[in-house]
């Protein structure tokens, strides 16, 4: 059992978890949930012992095996597949004396415990997160070198999962994901055999994959059982409960001091008054659930509403090199008022469909035509970067509006969250969510026609995604969103378009048939992945695809030398003339490790045949 006792937590002076106490059983799925900054990413800090508390304890069961994302995403040669299985450091460790080991009892030792692990289902296990994560069979294969940061987050998150600790850690572990991995990750945690503690804003993975809600507010946790539509029910109860709690204790408190005005200085009365002040003493106040506003998030409206359709795109092709472009044959229009979602896989080509869209790629061939005078408001999430961390929200506003007097720049930041001190407040002083809203009152700042948003709320919490929500709703121009929010998603959308198989297509489907799909196809290989750099000539890809499968051939064949060692040492220790009376149980445990030994000899094999006849194909 997690327990959390008289928990008091300060960081840089502020006081973050006042004296609170907590107790998680195992095998609990819960969702951490708090306002940004409010001391959630501390609290694991505390937990997996990096952090001091002021005051209190957290325990664990003396044997847990605490399991975290990595803060730094892995790099390197080495293959996806492989970094992965080193994850669990048993196995590795076991699999590395194997090799070495001599002693016949050892050996067994160790095979045994490797059976007692399942380490010969360990690759296809991994494969399986890897793929659900969004890589193919052919991605699980290349150094992680070869990939971006964001991608490479998504190979930490598969090492930690494939890890299986036993108790799971895990910050917005959805903010690497597209909606395809997301989907998965809340099936793959719903389903998780030990204890698990998610920080998410995120509704729909808090609604699916827990089973409890730890609630962090003005330095109190609270654990309430059920998934987060249940967590809000029962706190809008306990809202109301204290708040009639209040009005009781004020009206009981008002009695006894009026009895103790009015009767102090009469002797007779004296002692009665006396006892009113010391059961008013006693009486300890009632602390009111202060609900905290959430600053609503608002759209300018276009000066003019256009003729639709606003954008028409008639067989269009589009990438970075016109031998290979990432989307082929694009027929599409967009119209005033509409609210469409883009769907599918990182790397499918919504960036570049978006790009095209905001006029910033230029089609290799077809016809875009835009309304006369559109304008179009575009936010992605690496633009946070580009915000200039030495000056102000009110610096930001200024440069937009020129000579306009200070009264009105003041007031235009105002409107977009920025309002008194918080005007003044440095870029880089922001949180991320501060800054997520500084970029999206800048980038809609002069009433576009359209807005783009490209994975808008990855730094907002709970509340402010739904501010923004309203905000979608709420705009009188066309909205883009590409996000893997999937309450976002179904509140503001009204069109679902799947950008895949280098083109784009009308989903006619909803979210859930959408979650069926991908959960039912998610471990079979998906398409090319887009790059940012320009694609390869077609003869390359030949000679890329013939260096994959030679890789793959030799990875093969070093792990039929390797298992058939393993075999080979099996076979020595059940040789031993006693192994069977003298420890009979290790002897079985023994003939199963040879067994499983055996059937994993058998898929490198196949293994081999089948890259070595691609490889023929190929050649050919």
Same mark, same amino acid.
């Given at each position: 059992?997690?327990?959390i006792t008289d928990?008091?937590?300060?960081?840089?002076?502020?006081l973050?978890?006042?004296?609170?106490?907590?107790?998680?059983?195992?095998?609990?799925?819960?969702?951490?949930?708090?306002?940004?900054?409010?001391?959630?990413s501390?609290?694991?800090?505390?937990?997996?012992?990096?952090?001091?508390?002021?005051?209190?304890?957290?325990?664990?069961?003396?044997?847990w095996?605490?399991?975290?994302?990595?803060?730094e995403?892995?790099?390197?040669?080495?293959?996806?597949i492989?970094?992965?299985?080193k994850?669990?450091?048993?196995?590795d460790?076991?699999?590395t004396?194997?090799?070495s080991?001599?002693?016949?009892?050892r050996?067994?030792?160790?095979?045994?415990?490797l059976v007692?692990?399942?380490?010969h289902s360990?690759p296809?296990r991994?494969?399986?997160?890897?793929?659900?994560?969004g890589?193919?069979?052919?991605?699980?294969?290349r150094?992680c070198?070869?990939?971006?940061?964001?991608?490479?987050m998504r190979?930490?998150?598969a090492? +930690?999962l494939?890890?299986a600790?036993?108790?799971?850690?895990?910050?917005?572990p959805?903010?690497?994901l597209?909606?395809?991995?997301?989907?998965?990750?809340?099936?793959h945690?719903?389903?998780?055999?030990r204890?698990v503690?998610?920080?998410?804003?995120?509704?729909d993975l808090?609604e699916?994959?827990?089973?409890?809600?730890?609630?962090?507010?003005?330095?109190?946790?609270t654990?309430?059982?059920?998934?987060?539509?249940?967590f809000?029910e029962?706190?809008?109860?306990r809202?109301?409960?204290d708040?009639?709690?209040?009005?009781?204790q004020?009206?009981e408190?008002?009695?006894?001091?009026?009895?103790?005005?009015?009767?102090?200085a009469?002797?007779?009365?004296?002692?009665?008054?006396q006892?009113?002040?010391?059961?008013?003493?006693r009486?300890?106040?009632i +602390?009111?659930?202060?609900t905290e506003?959430?600053r609503?998030?608002?759209?300018?409206?276009?000066?003019k509403?256009?003729?639709?359709?606003?954008?028409a795109?008639?067989?269009?092709?589009?990438g970075?090199?016109?031998?290979?472009?990432?989307?082929?044959?694009?027929?599409?229009?967009?119209?005033?008022d509409?609210?469409?979602?883009?769907?599918g896989?990182?790397?499918?080509g919504?960036s570049?469909?978006?790009?095209?869209?905001?006029g910033?790629?230029?089609?290799?061939?077809?016809?875009?035509?835009?309304?006369?005078?559109?304008?179009i408001?575009y936010?992605?999430?690496h633009?946070?970067?580009?915000?200039?961390e030495?000056?102000?929200?009110?610096?930001?506003?200024?440069?937009?509006?020129?000579?306009a007097?200070?009264?009105?720049v003041?007031?235009?930041?105002?409107?977009i969250?920025f309002?008194?001190?918080?005007?003044?407040?440095k870029?880089?002083?922001?949180?991320g969510?501060?800054k997520?809203?500084?970029?999206?009152?800048?980038a809609?700042?002069?009433?576009?026609n359209?807005?783009?948003l490209?994975?808008?709320?990855?730094?907002?919490?709970?509340?402010?995604?739904?501010?923004?929500?309203?905000?979608i709703?709420?705009?009188?121009?066309a909205?883009?969103?590409?996000?893997?929010?999937?309450y976002?998603?179904e509140?503001?959308a009204?069109?679902?378009?799947?950008?895949a198989?280098?083109?784009?297509t009308?989903?006619?489907g909803?979210?859930?048939?959408?979650?069926?799909?991908?959960l039912? +196809?998610?471990n079979a290989?998906?398409?090319?992945?887009?790059?940012?750099a320009p694609?390869?000539k077609p003869?390359?890809?030949?000679?890329?695809?013939?260096?994959?499968?030679?890789?793959?051939?030799?990875?093969?064949e070093?792990?039929?030398?390797?298992?058939?060692?393993?075999? +080979?040492?099996?076979?020595?220790?059940?040789?031993?003339?006693?192994?069977?009376?003298?420890?009979?149980k290790?002897?079985a445990?023994?003939?199963?490790?040879?067994?499983?030994?055996?059937?994993?000899?058998?898929?490198?094999?196949e293994?081999?045949?089948?890259?070595?006849?691609q490889?023929d194909?190929a050649?050919?």
């Amino acid at each position: 059992m997690l327990s959390i006792t008289d928990l008091s937590i300060r960081l840089a002076g502020r006081l973050l978890i006042d004296q609170s106490s907590v107790q998680i059983t195992p095998g609990s799925r819960v969702g951490l949930v708090g306002r940004n900054g409010t001391g959630k990413s501390t609290l694991f800090k505390v937990i997996r012992g990096e952090l001091a508390a002021e005051h209190g304890s957290v325990t664990l069961p003396p044997r847990w095996r605490i399991g975290s994302l990595a803060q730094e995403a892995p790099n390197g040669p080495e293959s996806l597949i492989s970094v992965v299985l080193k994850a669990d450091l048993e196995r590795d460790a076991l699999l590395t004396e194997a090799e070495s080991a001599t002693d016949p009892h050892r050996i067994a030792e160790i095979q045994t415990r490797l059976v007692d692990i399942d380490a010969h289902s360990a690759p296809s296990r991994a494969a399986a997160i890897l793929s659900g994560l969004g890589f193919s069979a052919a991605d699980q294969l290349r150094p992680c070198a070869e990939f971006s940061g964001g991608w490479r987050m998504r190979v930490a998150l598969a090492a +930690t999962l494939f890890a299986a600790p036993d108790l799971l850690l895990l910050d917005e572990p959805t903010n690497y994901l597209d909606l395809e991995g997301t989907l998965w990750l809340e099936d793959h945690l719903a389903h998780y055999p030990r204890t698990v503690i998610v920080i998410s804003h995120d509704r729909d993975l808090l609604e699916s994959s827990v089973d409890q809600i730890l609630h962090l507010e003005r330095g109190r946790l609270t654990l309430y059982k059920g998934t987060y539509s249940s967590f809000e029910e029962q706190r809008a109860a306990r809202e109301l409960l204290d708040a009639k709690a209040v009005k009781r204790q004020e009206a009981e408190r008002a009695r006894l001091q009026a009895f103790v005005d009015r009767f102090k200085a009469k002797a007779s009365k004296a002692r009665q008054a006396q006892s009113r002040v010391k059961m008013l003493e006693r009486l300890k106040p009632i +602390t009111a659930l202060v609900t905290e506003d959430v600053r609503e998030i608002s759209f300018p409206a276009p000066e003019k509403i256009l003729s639709p359709p606003i954008i028409a795109v008639d067989n269009a092709s589009v990438g970075y090199d016109p031998a290979a472009p990432v989307l082929n044959r694009v027929t599409l229009r967009i119209d005033n008022d509409d609210r469409i979602a883009l769907l599918g896989a990182n790397g499918n080509g919504k960036s570049t469909l978006v790009k095209l869209l905001a006029g910033r790629l230029a089609p290799f061939s077809g016809k875009v035509t835009r309304a006369d005078k559109l304008s179009i408001a575009y936010f992605a999430q690496h633009q946070l970067d580009e915000l200039n961390e030495d000056a102000s929200a009110y610096d930001h506003v200024r440069k937009l509006m020129g000579d306009a007097p200070e009264a009105k720049v003041r007031a235009r930041a105002g409107a977009i969250g920025f309002s008194g001190k918080a005007a003044d407040t440095k870029a880089g002083k922001l949180s991320g969510g501060e800054k997520a809203r500084l970029l999206l009152g800048l980038a809609t700042f002069f009433g576009p026609n359209m807005i783009i948003l490209d994975e808008p709320t990855n730094h907002l919490d709970i509340d402010s995604r739904g501010a923004l929500a309203e905000a979608i709703n709420e705009f009188p121009g066309a909205v883009i969103m590409v996000s893997h929010d999937r309450y976002l998603i179904e509140a503001c959308a009204d069109r679902l378009w799947i950008v895949a198989d280098r083109t784009v297509t009308n989903y006619d489907g909803d979210l859930d048939e959408y979650r069926r799909l991908v959960l039912s +196809t998610r471990n079979a290989e998906g398409p090319p992945r887009e790059r940012s750099a320009p694609a390869e000539k077609p003869q390359r890809a030949r000679s890329d695809n013939r260096g994959s499968l030679k890789k793959r051939i030799a990875e093969a064949e070093a792990e039929i030398a390797r298992v058939s060692e393993i075999i +080979t040492k099996i076979d020595t220790a059940l040789a031993l003339p006693d192994i069977f009376t003298r420890d009979p149980k290790q002897a079985a445990q023994l003939s199963k490790a040879r067994a499983n030994a055996a059937d994993a000899l058998a898929r490198a094999e196949e293994q081999w045949l089948e890259a070595s006849t691609q490889f023929d194909e190929a050649a050919g």
